[in-house]
Structure formats: structure tokens, C-alpha cells
């Protein structure tokens, strides 16, 4: 679980520029919170350090080339993206 800091820091982390990614990102943090495992902070970390095109390209399927360890997190971005 994330302290209050943390969360803080990943939601300012997770604006983007992309209005598809924004959304996603956002409705991710609403449903979670700081309900996030250690684990997933450093892959979600790993995926929004990306450009936004590449994240995006990931986010919607086109791809499968993303950060090593982050697969988990990738399926939850993409279950998320489905599901509003």
C-alpha cells in the first residue's frame, strides 16, 4: 500500500499530455487509490516513464514490447481501458 506521498507523486506523475492516456491513468488511481503492492508501483512507474506515444501503443494492444516485469501492470492498463 502507498503512503499519502506516494500517491500524490504518482498521480502528478501519471498527467500526460495524451488525452487516451490521461484517462486511463486517472481511472486507474480513482478504482486503486494507494491499493498498489510495491510491485505494481515500480511497474506502473516503468510504464509511465515511457513516451506517450509508446505507452499508448501498449495501452491499446498494438504492441507487446514494453518494460521487462511490467506485464501485470500492462494487463491492468488494458482491463482498465476496456472497462469504464
Keep these: ?35 498498489f503492492s510495491e510491485a505494481e508501483h515500480v511497474q506502473l512507474l516503468s510504464l509511465i516513464a515511457l513516451d506517450d506515444n509508446d505507452l499508448w501503443e501498449i495501452i491499446a494492444g498494438r504492441t507487446e514490447v514494453f518494460p521487462e516485469g511490467a506485464a501485470d501492470m500492462v494487463a491492468t492498463l488494458r482491463e482498465t481501458r476496456v472497462t469504464h
Excluded: H, P, Q
Design 1 to 35: 500500500m502507498l503512503t499519502d506521498l506516494e500517491v500524490s507523486k504518482l498521480r502528478w506523475r501519471c498527467r500526460r499530455g495524451f488525452l487516451e492516456n490521461d484517462l486511463i491513468l486517472t481511472r486507474l488511481l480513482e478504482r486503486r487509490g494507494a491499493n
